[in-house]
């Protein structure tokens, strides 16, 4: 290979340092700049030595020729001889290409300095912050939760890495979510799966790190990458709360993370919430009351005054909050038995409005014992469910419900969908028949025969987008209520949709059971970012063993139309074995936001039951 010539390699090193940005531009146009004064200054002297007027020596020639280089209209002002004209102007000339190529060169310079602050290149100085990794609709239901969470914290801080402009992400944001309260909002720039970009966030001293799963195609490849890239740092490692969209890439999330990593699989808790909702009238508005930062939350006490007593004891220790169950060593168990005692390493889990309004009970409960009905507990009966359309969790919600009902219980499925009632093999509860309906229509809706089932839920169509299986879901939920109120049938009524902002669209159509898939994870994510020792409370929560969520009727606790305080409904409760924690009152249940549905109410709150009203317990099925 020929050995490169002279002219290549200088050719190649000017290119090497014309590449190095604008400070190097500006050398090379400042070596012009001396170049052309010099040429200048030295053909004044030559051409016209007497010139201008009035000066002599080599300096002052070299001065008037830099002030016609950098102001290139002090040539019209001179007078002299052709020859001085001619070199100045030459000069002036010159100045005006070098003068232009300056300006440009330091307002590109500039422009891409402001362009680097503001997309947010800076590290962050902040302690004790949130970062939240990445972007999807969920950014906006964990950051207006976390808004909340912080309001009574001064300073707190609420960090954002993505793959988007930084001002951009600021204003979506603020319209979302609002006034901001006391938290201030960081935002910056980058991806999340590059070392380089995470510690910008300062990770170390952060307090929790929520990673977010994108939109678009195989975002659990996203999530594991960023847990990746979280782990391989070096430092100090927060505690990481990732969302993944599907189960079967637990093991191997689990894996990139590590141990400081909680995981939540989003279909199978939004697949949960969705049979249970189906089975309990109003269980959607209490999880996401326990979910949000609004009114009732979950919080772990260690009280020493509570040690040696009963649970069953424990039931009553509290004025304003309802204890749920305990955190021991060896895990969460929600409703134990009545006389399992509580030990010194224990915590109790409450339900509270706010952990400084926790309140211990003065004195004896106030409990009217002739109020307290005597009832038997009813055993499972087989029942009738109606699943309209069907997308890719339907499989995994049949196999919850299956897990739910007594035998002998029927599911039709009525979809036009091709994959509808594949996958099913192996149900041990449930007899499935399948149906080609087109959901939306009201004809194909009353062939069916919608008031011999008890239940009906109403799945989001993934053939379809968002926004338009979201449409098709309220032109069912239309159809059902307008058939309700034209037959005077009652049977529940669950739904699923995407956006959050359909949910006061549907409440025409008097739905209190929607499930919002991206709300749920995103109440969800927020609250393990505050205390992820509540993971296990919530996936009790929504586990089908153990003790769940129920209204049950009124009557089978407390006698209808005497007034008592809530004091006596726990007790009643705890009597069966249950724990009382609301109740729902029958002539707000289609009034929202709550649906009739209080939670938490004070022990010495005086209630009055109906036949119709029901009391919310956590019991075992």
């Not at 020929?2 to 200088?10: M, Y």
């Not at 001002?167 to 380089?196: K, S």
């Not at 005054?305 to 309802?322: K, V």
């Not at 069912?476 to 902002?501: A, C, W």
Request: aromatic share 6%.
């Amino acid at each position: 290979m020929p050995r490169a010539t002279f002219r290549e390699r200088v050719r190649y090193w000017f290119d090497n340092t014309m590449s190095k940005g604008t400070v190097s531009l500006i050398g090379w146009l400042a070596v012009v700049s001396v170049g052309l004064i010099a040429v200048v200054t030295g053909l004044t002297l030559w051409l016209a030595p007497e010139e201008p007027d009035g000066v002599s020596g080599a300096g002052q020639v070299l001065w008037i020729a830099l002030m016609h280089a950098l102001t290139p209209s002090k040539v019209a002002s001179d007078k002299g001889s052709l020859a001085y004209m001619t070199v100045m102007f030459a000069g002036s000339l010159g100045g005006i290409f070098i003068v232009s190529m300056l300006v440009g060169l330091l307002s590109n310079g500039l422009k891409q300095k402001v362009d680097r602050l503001r997309r947010g290149r800076s590290r962050i100085v902040e302690s004790g912050h949130t970062v939240v990794v990445g972007w999807s609709d969920q950014v906006f239901t964990i950051i207006a939760e976390l808004v909340k969470a912080h309001a009574g914290r001064p300073g707190s801080v609420i960090a954002v890495l993505a793959e988007r402009d930084k001002l951009a992400m600021e204003d979506d944001i603020r319209e979302h979510v609002g006034d901001l309260g006391r938290t201030r909002l960081v935002c910056r720039t980058g991806r999340p799966t590059e070392p380089r970009d995470l510690a910008l966030m300062n990770l170390a001293t952060a307090r929790s790190v929520v990673v977010l799963s994108p939109d678009g195609e195989d975002p659990d490849a996203h999530v594991i990458k960023t847990l990746l890239a979280l782990a391989k740092r070096a430092g100090v490692h927060p505690p990481v709360v990732a969302a993944l969209a599907s189960g079967r890439n637990i093991a191997a999330a689990r894996l990139a993370g590590g141990r400081d990593v909680h995981l939540v699989d989003s279909d199978d808790t939004a697949s949960r919430l969705i049979v249970q909702s189906s089975r309990q009238s109003g269980m959607s508005v209490v999880c996401m009351d326990l979910l949000n930062f609004d009114g009732g939350e979950i919080y772990l006490r260690a009280d020493a005054a509570l040690e040696g007593r009963t649970y069953g004891e424990a039931l009553h220790a509290y004025e304003t909050a309802a204890v749920i169950g305990l955190r021991r060593p060896d895990g969460v168990v929600l409703n134990p038995s009545m006389d399992t005692v509580i030990k010194d390493a224990d915590q109790v889990i409450l339900i509270a409005d706010d952990e400084a309004a926790i309140r211990p009970a003065a004195g004896e409960p106030a409990i009217a014992e002739a109020a307290i009905a005597a009832t038997e507990r009813s055993g499972l009966e087989a029942e009738s469910t109606l699943l309209l359309n069907w997308n890719g969790r339907a499989e995994q919600i049949i196999r919850y419900l299956d897990g739910y009902v007594a035998p002998g219980s029927v599911l039709e499925v009525a979809a036009d969908h091709p994959k509808a009632g594949t996958g099913l093999e192996g149900l041990g509860n449930l007899t499935v028949n399948v149906k080609e309906y087109d959901t939306t229509d009201r004809y194909a809706l009353e062939a069916l025969g919608v008031g011999l089932y008890q239940h009906v839920i109403v799945l989001s169509d993934d053939r379809y987008s968002p926004h338009h299986a979201d449409t098709r879901t309220l032109m069912t939920l239309l159809q059902l209520r307008d058939m309700q109120s034209d037959t005077g049938e009652h049977y529940s009524i669950v739904s699923e949709m995407h956006d959050e902002g359909n949910r006061a669209l549907a409440e025409v159509t008097e739905a209190d059971d929607i499930v919002i898939s991206d709300t749920v994870i995103g109440l969800l994510l927020a609250q393990l970012a505050q205390n992820r020792h509540l993971a296990d409370v919530f996936g009790y929560l929504f586990d089908s063993r153990g003790s769940e969520i129920y209204p049950r009727p009124a009557a089978s606790y407390v006698r209808p139309g005497t007034e008592v305080s809530f004091s006596t409904v726990v007790e009643a409760a705890r009597r069966r074995g249950e724990t009382a924690i609301g109740y729902r009152n029958a002539t707000g249940r289609n009034t929202p936001p709550h649906y009739g549905i209080v939670l938490n109410p004070a022990k010495s709150d005086k209630i009055v039951l109906t036949q119709r009203d029901s009391v919310i317990v956590l019991a075992e099925r």
